[in-house]
């Protein structure tokens, strides 16, 4: 399919620093490989996994990736001309872009953060307030209704702090906002503003999202570290970090990374896990950990033998694959505010139809380059991931020429975007909590299944959607392996139910996991083995109760 194959090409030029895996002919072939820790996918989950691993000294691991980079979501490119000098193009990241929310004075830090810091990686502070407002008839100043968000945002931040607190039924984020007072309905000024505030970040509008768990996922990440978003505008990419990482424990031409290795099978059983390649090579490991996205787990991409439990495939198949796309142009001139970060649009009809662009021109991005991107979510994405780069471009421009008509916007001398929602091994780009699933729920996606284990963005009850998410799953469940290797739990067979059911009777190294699940999740299940380390209920005001 040519988007795909287009993809395909992008990330292929994406990959950098070549040479930290072993080039294919040199694997053995008919008989499987033995390792310890099977690790699947080379995302950020992944390679913390294996330096997880590493770092509990356990070096007989494989790191198993279908791409030839590292890095998985954080995936960059080349893009347009510098200086209009097509041997000398730009790099623009195509997934993930920002650290999100980073850490203060005595207080925690994102990891990720610690690590953009410690590879020098060039970013800027994204300032919202850098934004001005249009719709189809031009420049109209609606900033007004970003205050009355704020103003309902408080409220109902508070009133799902209450709901959690509580132990009370979790409603859609619509919901939330509409008995905290907001109602946009037909006014597209205040859609428009709402997606800025909300779907721009979830992918997903708030019809379809977890009221509790959007704004306690919010509050996780910026009040915990930062409320600050920076940019990444690195010319080396995004993943030059997660290079840097698997450069810690992966040497020259490692034989334990195995790039262009596409998983097909994993069969798994009380004894060990078989994981199949594509091309018939086979993996026999003591334990597997999977970190491929939820859109892959979604879309039956790798058969499992036995077939997941059926506590598993539903939290699977519960969980919300987002998509999120951003659309680049470069232009020969900048006929936009210079000094402006960003640019919202408000259809007239369509709610979500180019609704932010941002500019790569402004103060402290790429200056000079006259890049500016357009991004869409959610249904928006998977009608124009679907359709030609030539009718996306036309659509796309008839909006920014709504938006500039007394200028004449220029052709673009560059276009170019993904289709994350085709990808095989993403189908998508990230995770949102939707309307309905209970922490006990999304503690069944983090369980193991016997040797099995599953990491990654998604898996964070705290973190999902974020690159830290997928950090701190990676090297929680990589320490647990170890633990188990280590010998220090051993496997009985125990029988445990805590106090709301959890089912604990296949092994005493299992994740807790719900076999039966209830309406709600009580407070006291908050907590660490849930994948709630963070105690978030100190502001909490439970007198009201
Ligand atoms: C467009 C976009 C924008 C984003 N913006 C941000 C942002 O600004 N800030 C932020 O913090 N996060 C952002 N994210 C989310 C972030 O990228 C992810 O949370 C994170 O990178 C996920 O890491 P992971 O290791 O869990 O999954 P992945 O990166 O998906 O890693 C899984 C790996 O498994 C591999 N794989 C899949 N199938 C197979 C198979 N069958 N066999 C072998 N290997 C396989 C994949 O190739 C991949 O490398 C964004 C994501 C996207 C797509
Ligand atoms: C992976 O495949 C690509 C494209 O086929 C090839 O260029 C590259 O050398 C391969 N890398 C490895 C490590 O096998
Ligand atoms: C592994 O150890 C190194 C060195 O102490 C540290 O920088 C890194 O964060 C550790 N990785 C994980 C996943 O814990
Ligand atoms: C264009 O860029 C290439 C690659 O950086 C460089 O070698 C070349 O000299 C540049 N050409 C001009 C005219 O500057
Ligand atoms: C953010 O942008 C606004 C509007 O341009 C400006 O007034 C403000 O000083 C900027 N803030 C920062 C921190 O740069
Ligand atoms: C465009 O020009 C017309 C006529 O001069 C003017 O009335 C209108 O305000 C301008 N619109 C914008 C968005 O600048
Ligand atoms: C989010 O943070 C706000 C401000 O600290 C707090 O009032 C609210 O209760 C929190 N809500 C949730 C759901 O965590
Ligand atoms: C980082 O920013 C500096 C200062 O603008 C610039 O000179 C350098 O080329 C940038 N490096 C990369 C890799 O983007
Ligand atoms: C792998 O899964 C495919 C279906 O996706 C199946 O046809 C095949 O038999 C399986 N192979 C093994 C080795 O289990
Ligand atoms: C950009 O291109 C347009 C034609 O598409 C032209 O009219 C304009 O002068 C060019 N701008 C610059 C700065 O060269
Ligand atoms: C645990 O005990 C039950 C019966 O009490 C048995 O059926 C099951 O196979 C045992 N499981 C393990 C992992 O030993
Ligand atoms: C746990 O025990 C219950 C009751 O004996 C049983 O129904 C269930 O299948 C067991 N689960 C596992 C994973 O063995």
Redesign the pocket.
């Known amino acids: 399919m040519h988007s795909l194959a287009r993809f395909a090409t992008l990330l292929a030029a994406a990959s950098s620093a070549a040479g930290l895996a072993v080039p294919l002919e040199q694997r053995s072939t008919g008989t499987c490989r033995k390792t310890k820790v099977a690790v699947?996918?080379?995302?950020?989950?992944?390679v913390t996994a294996a330096q997880a691993l590493h770092n509990a000294s356990i070096s007989d691991f494989l790191l198993?990736?279908?791409?030839d980079y590292l890095?998985?979501?954080?995936a960059h490119t080349t893009f347009g001309a510098i200086d209009g000098n097509a041997s000398n193009p730009y790099t623009v990241e195509?997934?993930?872009?920002?650290?999100?929310g980073l850490g203060s004075p005595g207080g925690p830090e994102n990891p990720?953060w610690t690590l953009a810091k410690r590879y020098g990686l060039n970013n800027t502070y994204s300032n919202y307030s850098s934004m001005l407002t249009y719709d189809q008839t031009g420049y109209v100043d609606y900033t007004d209704l970003l205050d009355d968000y704020d103003d309902m945002y408080d409220i109902a931040a508070a009133d799902a702090g209450f709901l959690l607190s509580n132990n009370r039924q979790d409603p859609s984020a619509r919901a939330g906002f509409s008995l905290a007072g907001w109602k946009p309905k037909k006014d597209m000024h205040a859609q428009a503003v709402e997606f800025w505030n909300w779907d721009w970040e979830t992918a997903y509008a708030p019809e379809d999202c977890s009221f509790v768990f959007g704004i306690t996922g919010n509050n996780l990440t910026f009040n915990q570290f930062s409320d600050a978003n920076n940019y990444v505008w690195d010319q080396r990419g995004l993943n030059t970090f997660i290079y840097g990482e698997a450069s810690t424990f992966l040497a020259e031409n490692d034989p334990r990374l195995l790039l262009n290795?596409?998983?097909?099978n994993i069969t798994y059983s009380d004894s060990g896990v078989t994981v199949t390649l594509e091309d018939g090579d086979c993996i026999e490991a003591e334990h597997a950990i999977c970190?491929?996205?939820l859109g892959?787990l979604q879309n039956d991409?790798?058969e499992f033998s036995p077939p997941l439990p059926r506590w598993k495939v539903d939290a699977i198949e519960s969980f919300e694959m987002g998509t999120?796309?951003?659309i680049f142009f470069q232009f020969n001139e900048t006929f936009w505010d210079e000094e402006m970060q960003f640019l919202l649009y408000a259809d007239p009809q369509v709610r979500g139809y180019y609704p932010v662009w941002q500019s790569l021109d402004a103060p402290g991005f790429l200056e000079g380059s006259h890049i500016l991107f357009v991004t869409v979510v959610g249904s928006e994405s998977y009608r124009v991931e679907q359709q030609s780069d030539e009718v996306t471009q036309a659509e796309a421009m008839a909006v920014l020429r709504s938006m500039f008509p007394n200028i004449t916007v220029p052709e673009p001398t560059a276009f170019l975007y993904p289709r994350?929602s085709l990808e095989d091994?993403?189908f998508g780009?990230?995770s949102n909590w939707p309307v309905g699933m209970t922490l006990e729920k999304h503690q069944n996606l983090r369980a193991n299944v016997g040797r099995l284990w599953f990491?990654?963005?998604?898996n964070s009850a705290e973190y999902f959607?974020?690159?830290?998410?997928?950090w701190f799953e990676?090297r929680e469940v990589a320490s647990r392996v170890a633990t188990v290797l280590s010998g220090t739990t051993t496997k009985k067979n125990k029988s445990k139910k805590t106090k709301q059911g959890g089912d604990h009777n296949a092994s005493s190294w299992d994740m807790l996991r719900y076999e039966v699940l209830h309406g709600t999740t009580t407070l006291n299940e908050y907590n660490y083995e849930n994948g709630w380390p963070v105690s978030s209920f100190v502001d909490y005001d439970s007198d009201s109760d």
Do not use: D
Not at 71 to 74: I, L, M, N
Not at 261 to 264: C, D, E, N
């Open positions: 699947i996918g080379a995302g950020v989950a992944g198993v990736e279908r791409n890095g998985g979501r954080v195509l997934g993930a872009n920002w650290v999100q990720i290795s596409t998983v097909t970190t491929v996205s892959v991409v790798i999120y796309t951003k994350w091994w993403a780009s990230y990491a990654g963005e998604a959607g974020f690159m830290h998410g997928a990676g």
